[in-house]
């Protein structure tokens, strides 16, 4: 049974910085095709934030993390994402998603079969 789990968020003041980690157990990431990282706020719509495909390396972000944001992967089990410049509008809740979908690293939450119970981001103004 795989299970993905988050860890690192916190309460960060504006232009801070948070590490988020993200762990597989039951299965290790190379056989997954891609991971990611999605974000909800309260009452909004679940967002793509980040993604890698496990084989080729190829990254995707969102234009709000271009720049700010990097995903990578630390070990088999461990995908990080270190953020950086953290501004207000990224308070969310973070998840941890993997994927079986073979191509580009995807962006939409339907294409990954599997996801973490998140983790909460709050950056104060």
């Known amino acids: 049974q795989v299970q993905l789990v988050e860890s690192g968020g916190g309460l960060v003041q504006t232009g801070g910085s948070l590490r988020l980690s993200c762990t597989a157990s039951?299965?290790?990431?190379?056989?997954?095709?891609?991971m990611g990282w999605f974000r909800q706020a309260p009452g909004k719509d679940r967002e793509f934030v980040a993604a890698?495909?496990?084989?080729?390396?190829?990254i995707n972000y969102s234009d709000s993390a271009k720049g700010r944001f990097t995903i990578a992967r630390d070990s088999a089990r461990t995908m990080t994402l270190q953020m950086n410049n953290l501004q207000p509008e990224d308070t969310a809740v973070y998840y941890c998603?993997?994927?079986?979908?073979?191509?580009?690293?995807?962006?939409?939450?339907?294409?990954?079969?599997?996801w973490g119970q998140g983790t909460q981001v709050t950056v104060s103004s």
């Open positions: 890698v495909s496990t084989n080729e390396g190829k």
């Open positions: 039951g299965r290790p990431f190379s056989l997954f095709d891609a």
């Open positions: 998603a993997a994927s079986l979908r073979l191509g580009p690293p995807p962006r939409y939450p339907q294409e990954y079969d599997y």
